[in-house]
Nanobody
Framework: QVQLVESGGGTVQVGGSLRLSCAAS????????VAWFRQAPGKEREFVAA????????YYADSLKGRFTISRDNAKSTVYLQMDSLTPEDAAVYYC???????????????????WGQGTQVTVSS
């Protein structure tokens, strides 16, 4: 079992930055693949970024490459999402998700993840 708690959301002006954190509890954090998804009102949940277990390679939604950076600190059982140059289109509830047995082809699919956090709201004001 893995429990995830997100933090770091809030309101930021256009062009600003935020860093989200996802703290995990449970054994063997380094064996868990962790991803960030987001969901805006009236829209489907969409993949943002993921960092794979073990070797920690990062993957991003194509539209977000260069602005968002995912990283992990296995000693702290925490994954971070650094978000820069934010636009109103980035406003959403951001969710952390995790899975122990995820395969690469399922990385961007919400249904592939067994564990989810409660979400943290990101608002971008113009």
């Amino acid at each position: 079992q893995v429990q995830l708690v997100e933090s770091g959301g809030g309101t930021v002006q256009v062009g600003g930055s935020l860093r989200l954190s996802c703290a995990a509890s449970g054994p063997s954090f380094n064996t868990i693949t962790v991803a960030w998804f987001r969901q805006a009102p009236g829209k489907e949940r969409e993949f943002v970024a993921a960092i794979f277990r073990s070797y920690g390679r990062a993957y991003y939604a194509d539209s977000l490459k260069g602005r968002f950076t995912i990283s992990r600190d296995n000693a702290k059982s925490t994954v971070y999402l650094q978000m820069d140059s934010l636009t109103p289109e980035d406003a959403a509830v951001y969710y952390c998700a995790a899975d122990r047995s995820l395969i690469f082809s399922s990385l961007r699919l919400p249904n592939a993840y067994d564990f989810w956090g409660q979400g943290t709201q990101v608002t971008v004001s113009s």
